[in-house]
């Protein structure tokens, strides 16, 4: 028997404006106002150098001049077209985080059209009710949708990520097209389905390499063996995308390899790269992802999980056996990676939201309620607590709060955005009108269980993207040590050689100007060296190279990063 039993009352569907403007509240926030931070600037750094590069710089993803192997160039060529298009009229650095709004939206309309399609399928619907009553498929495949749309939206790794300018949040959003294309190739396997699942697939090694696109056409192909598709025309099917695939991955792969730029293979550091991402299963992989991820996929796990125990009973369904064969190889594929990034995780999230969202209407309704209100007090509290920060640190009350936020930024004052305060007022008022509306309407619609805890996710992104935005750009962003640098160069001074990270040799660049050393280029006449003023022993200590007498020009750092320390010298003549 089917454990899901509704009425037609429950599957009234989200309206779109408030679907849509729930997306635009959740991503346009920290892209919109937000500097250069540490955590994404060495993306961004590739993309700026591509936009004002040439096609060598296209074919080889550099930093001014540093070679970055790791990731793909999709991503990056995303970024830097954007910065073709739209730079003049929004800047660089806002113009390449246009790509990452793009990503967003396709990440999260793939979702939502998934878990349309399985919700719409016959196995999938509710029971019959006696005297009748229950929702049409294509009711019940919005409501569904929505409701995974909702999960996907509140998950704390999500959020973590997806304003980012990184490989990794592009390669979450083609994971969730490639699921939405399984879907409609499972359903109906024809040549246009095929050929779209290896456009995704390319796009995928294009971005990440191409370890995670064969886990996934190993994962559909086992599922297509599971659910008995037939063999042959599946073969013959997924052949044909896996020529799409390498066709779309020779776009970058062909012209690097014969036109070697900077005298560089790129192909072969990229494989090279690729390669140390595969292993055994270790402890550090196995304790990276537990710790990581009870808190990365929440609120999906609990759900999704439970979906899996509520439809037990029942085989050979789409909506389960697709995203739990998607979840359990991408997760395999983790724990083989030596030194797994947190970002990689980003693909778990589209199939665990999808079957979240069917597991959601097989809880009781105490079960949902106690969900609604763990939401309310705990987001409510939280929000609370940022107002009071904000308060405390403009107006120096209560004193030790302001101690505490102050201290961590030496040197800032604090200063009232009319426009940000604006926006979070706002945010609160709709907040409080959100959970007027749970409590006094008392609805029925399946989607309620996790609209508030996705609607006060994002209350509390908006705080700290308008409150706090100043504090954080304050310090996460090389802005100002990039000008002292720039002003302490000669007049007459060529290429700067660094030792530099990714990270600060983007922000510097693009925020300093500073001509650093290209590919291939000599020796410079300056050196900008970064260390930490915790080291105490000399012999670790960054110096520059011996055979020469160095001036030091400047010396300094982040007034809110007590590690980092960097020093420009000159050889002498």
Not at 79 to 108: E, V
Not at 355 to 384: C, E, H, Q, Y
Not at 445 to 457: F, I, K, N, Q
Request: with cysteine; net charge positive; glycine share 8%.
């Amino acid at each position: 028997m089917k454990p899901v039993r509704l009425s037609a009352a429950a599957t009234l569907a989200l309206p779109r404006w408030a679907l849509f403007a729930l997306g635009l509240l959740y991503i346009l926030p920290g892209l919109i106002g937000r500097a250069d931070w540490k955590d994404d600037a060495g993306s961004f750094g590739i993309m700026w150098t591509m936009a004002h590069g040439g096609i060598s710089d296209w074919l080889v993803p550099n930093i001014a001049g540093m070679q970055v192997p790791d990731d793909g160039p999709l991503a990056f060529w995303l970024g830097a077209l954007c910065i073709k298009l739209f730079g003049w009229l929004m800047g660089d650095m806002m113009a390449a985080r246009m790509s990452t709004i793009g990503i967003f939206l396709a990440g999260t309309a793939s979702v939502w059209w998934a878990a349309f399609h399985l919700g719409r399928r016959q196995d999938a619907q509710p029971l019959r009710l006696a005297f009748g009553g229950q929702p049409e498929p294509d009711d019940y495949g919005r409501t569904l949708a929505d409701t995974a749309a909702l999960i996907y939206l509140g998950c704390l790794g999500l959020l973590m990520f997806s304003h980012e300018t990184l490989a990794v949040t592009l390669q979450g959003g083609l994971v969730a097209y490639f699921l939405y294309r399984a879907v409609r190739y499972v359903e109906a396997q024809t040549v246009r389905n095929a050929v779209l699942i290896g456009v995704s697939l390319g796009a995928l090694v294009l971005t990440r390499g191409v370890l995670t696109p064969l886990t996934l056409l190993l994962a559909l192909f086992l599922c297509t063996r599971f659910l008995s598709v037939p063999l042959v025309p599946t073969l013959r099917q997924l052949g044909l995308a896996v020529l799409t695939a390498a066709l779309i991955a020779m776009v970058w792969v062909l012209p690097a390899w014969l036109m070697a730029p900077y005298g560089l293979n790129p192909v072969d550091a990229w494989l090279a790269w690729t390669a140390r991402q595969i292993g055994l299963p270790s402890w550090i992989s196995i304790k990276t992802f537990f710790r990581v991820g009870i808190w990365f996929f929440w609120p999906a796990w609990p759900f999704a999980g439970w979906a899996i125990y509520a439809w037990r009973r029942q085989d050979h369904l789409l909506h389960i056996v697709l995203p739990l064969f998607f979840v359990g190889a991408l997760t395999l594929l983790i724990l083989c990676d030596p030194l797994p990034e947190n970002g990689d995780m980003l693909k778990l999230l589209p199939p665990l939201a999808i079957m979240a969202a069917f597991g959601l209407p097989t809880m009781k309704r105490g079960a949902i309620n106690a969900i609604d209100w763990f939401s309310v007090m705990v987001l409510t509290m939280l929000s609370a607590i940022v107002w009071l920060f904000w308060i405390a640190k403009l107006t120096g009350w209560p004193a030790q709060l302001a101690k505490n936020v102050l201290k961590l930024l030496p040197g800032y004052r604090p200063e009232v955005g009319v426009l940000g305060f604006v926006v979070a007022l706002g945010a609160t008022i709709g907040w409080i009108a959100l959970v007027h509306w749970r409590i006094s309407r008392q609805p029925a619609v399946l989607w309620r269980a996790v609209v508030l805890s996705s609607g006060g996710l994002i209350l509390l992104w908006v705080l700290l993207m308008t409150l706090f935005l100043p504090d954080f750009n304050y310090s996460k962003s090389y802005a100002s040590v990039a000008r002292q640098i720039a002003g302490s160069l000669p007049l007459d001074s060529g290429c700067i050689n660094s030792n530099v990270g990714a990270p600060q040799r983007a922000s510097l660049a693009f925020y300093g100007k500073l001509p650093f050393d290209k590919i291939g280029s000599a020796k410079c006449d300056l050196i900008l060296l970064q260390d930490s003023v915790k080291v105490h022993d000399e012999r670790e200590l960054a110096k520059p190279p011996p055979g020469a007498e160095w001036r030091l020009l400047w010396e300094g750092r982040r007034p809110a990063d007590r590690d980092e320390r960097f020093r420009l010298y000159q050889r002498a003549p």
